[in-house]
């Protein structure tokens, strides 16, 4: 009975592995306002993303037409500070801020980064924004981009409905 | 949630407590473009003549937002994450999937600025 509750454990963990970026295995649980810090943290993500112009579609067309090395230098400091931090996590053991360890899961390769990147791909150059800049725009007070969100969500419910018909 | 709330929350802020009065700089030859395609406000981060309530309803309008849209739920859930997870998260972790998945990123966008979207900003 334990082995067998733990093959389904194993299972589940793949299964959601396979469709998030990253898996929570956290076992905490706690009151709503310590989820006021993730508020915070994306207020200031949210700052960053208009300062720095992050969100402009014009800023996206130029990388896209190779005109202005604006977004290749915000992708490619955010790789190096990226880089630094796990080498910093891994090498100083480093725990969460409630004490858990950081676990890096290593990506398995399927069809979907490609084709599923190309159509991301796509997406990125009309809406001139991805998932986390589009929260930005509303904010900004782009009121209409609430409809490509709800149609970007559209798009997440419509793999999930039809993806064991994809090539994985 | 608390997450994507706050980035809206900071847009908001930045906008209303750090107001920027220059123009975003356009390259002059995207301006260049816009302009063929009879665009020349560039004064917002999205151009407000072509992501506005009324050109919903136009198949411009239609195509850059709800199609475009759909594209990045879509794409970004199928490859497995986004700009953020692949391509800054992913490959600052040494991970060849999320490589892969940054080059399909770029490849996309590549095509479609300059390959279609020149097609969908003249209709």
């Not at chain 1, 706690?30 to 800023?59: C, Q």
């Not at chain 2, 929350?9 to 920027?20: C, Q, S, Y």
């Amino acid at each position: 009975m334990a082995s067998n509750e733990g093959t389904q454990k194993s299972n589940d963990y793949q299964n959601r592995a396979l469709d998030a970026v990253c898996v929570n295995e956290s076992k905490l649980s706690h009151p709503y306002w310590y989820n006021l810090k993730y508020l915070f943290v994306g207020s200031l993500f949210g700052v960053v993303f208009v300062k720095a112009e992050i969100i402009s579609w014009f800023r996206i067309q130029e990388m896209f037409r190779l005109q202005s090395f604006h977004m290749y230098g915000v992708i490619g400091s955010a790789i190096a500070v990226g880089m630094l931090s796990i080498f910093l996590i891994k090498r100083f053991n480093i725990k969460t801020i409630y004490g858990e360890k950081v676990e890096f899961q290593p990506k398995t390769f399927n069809k979907g980064q490609i084709y599923g990147g190309l159509l991301f791909g796509f997406g990125w150059a009309m809406t001139g924004a991805c998932p986390g800049p589009l929260f930005a725009q509303i904010g900004t007070g782009a009121s209409v981009i609430v409809v490509t969100l709800l149609s970007a969500i559209a798009g997440t419910w419509v793999y999930g409905y039809t993806r064991t018909k994809l090539p994985q | 949630m608390f997450f994507v709330a706050g980035i809206a929350l900071g847009g908001f802020l930045t906008v209303w407590l750090m107001p920027n009065d220059s123009i975003v700089l356009v390259h002059p030859h995207l301006a260049a473009d816009l302009y063929q395609s009879g665009l020349t406000d560039y004064s917002g981060l999205v151009p407000v003549e072509l992501f506005n309530w009324n050109s919903l309803f136009s198949l411009r309008g239609f195509l850059l937002m709800v199609v475009g849209g759909f594209f990045v739920g879509f794409g970004t859930r199928y490859a497995g994450g986004c700009t953020s997870g692949h391509a800054i998260s992913g490959i600052s972790n040494l991970q060849l999937p999320s490589l892969i998945a940054t080059c399909c990123f770029m490849a996309g966008g590549f095509f479609m600025a300059n390959v279609i979207l020149p097609y969908i900003l003249n209709l």
